[in-house]
């Protein structure tokens, strides 16, 4: 149990340092702070119901505040993940374990799509990380359904927490390049 909370901090820590090395859409330089100073911490639990890509508009309507990013080189093909799919708010979550050892499936994977789940993140490590959405992107207004999905985990020894919707085309996009990591195409995808 303290090794599953060691991990999940760890993942937090990597996603946000992550994100802060990652240069902003204009080709604009990111903001630097002085050293030992933070501009932004972990995301942390809220009672709101949030997910934790998520943050709440003026309106009160959740916000999401990442997208997919653009596709990396080639890894080693290890990961060792965690995803929690949810079909609905009222649903029972459905609960996958991947484990990949040089882009193959381990034996204590339980997931419906292992091999393809594996293939995928070997080609492309970086597939779960999410990197803030410019506030200009327009995404079209359909819905995909109430599936949610949180994976957490490593791949390649970096932290992954990665939380996926079906609100808007954007995030239908997002879930659909993860599908087989998700191990659910969700209803809109």
């Given at each position: 149990?303290?090794?599953?909370?060691?991990?999940?901090v760890?993942?937090?820590?990597?996603?946000?340092?992550?994100?802060?090395?990652?240069?902003?859409?204009?080709?604009?330089?990111?903001?630097?702070?002085?050293?030992?100073?933070?501009?932004?911490?972990?995301?942390?639990?809220?009672?709101t119901?949030?997910?934790?890509?998520?943050?709440?508009?003026?309106?009160?309507?959740?916000?999401?505040?990442?997208?997919?990013?653009?596709?990396?080189?080639?890894?080693?093909?290890?990961?060792?993940?965690?995803?929690?799919?949810?079909?609905?708010p009222?649903?029972?979550?459905?609960?996958?374990?991947?484990?990949?050892?040089?882009?193959?499936?381990?034996?204590?994977?339980?997931?419906?799509?292992?091999?393809?789940?594996?293939?995928?993140?070997?080609?492309?490590?970086?597939?779960?990380?999410?990197?803030?959405?410019?506030?200009?992107?327009?995404?079209?207004?359909?819905?995909?359904?109430?599936?949610?999905?949180?994976?957490?985990?490593?791949?390649?020894?970096?932290?992954?927490?990665?939380?996926?919707?079906?609100?808007?085309?954007?995030?239908i996009?997002?879930?659909?390049?993860?599908?087989?990591?998700?191990?659910?195409?969700?209803?809109?995808?």
């Amino acid at each position: 149990m303290r090794l599953r909370i060691v991990r999940s901090v760890l993942a937090v820590l990597a996603v946000a340092g992550l994100a802060a090395c990652t240069p902003s859409p204009g080709g604009n330089p990111p903001s630097t702070s002085a050293p030992g100073s933070s501009t932004s911490s972990p995301p942390s639990s809220s009672p709101t119901g949030l997910l934790p890509d998520e943050t709440a508009s003026p309106s009160g309507k959740p916000t999401p505040s990442f997208s997919p990013t653009v596709p990396s080189s080639s890894g080693r093909g290890e990961a060792e993940l965690s995803i929690i799919v949810r079909p609905s708010p009222t649903a029972a979550p459905e609960s996958y374990t991947l484990v990949c050892t040089g882009g193959v499936p381990a034996a204590e994977s339980h997931h419906p799509t292992a091999a393809a789940a594996c293939a995928a993140l070997k080609k492309d490590p970086a597939l779960l990380v999410r990197t803030p959405r410019p506030s200009d992107q327009v995404c079209d207004q359909r819905y995909g359904g109430p599936q949610t999905a949180i994976v957490t985990g490593a791949v390649d020894g970096v932290g992954v927490e990665s939380a996926y919707k079906l609100t808007d085309g954007c995030e239908i996009s997002a879930w659909a390049a993860v599908a087989d990591i998700l191990g659910s195409s969700g209803a809109g995808a």
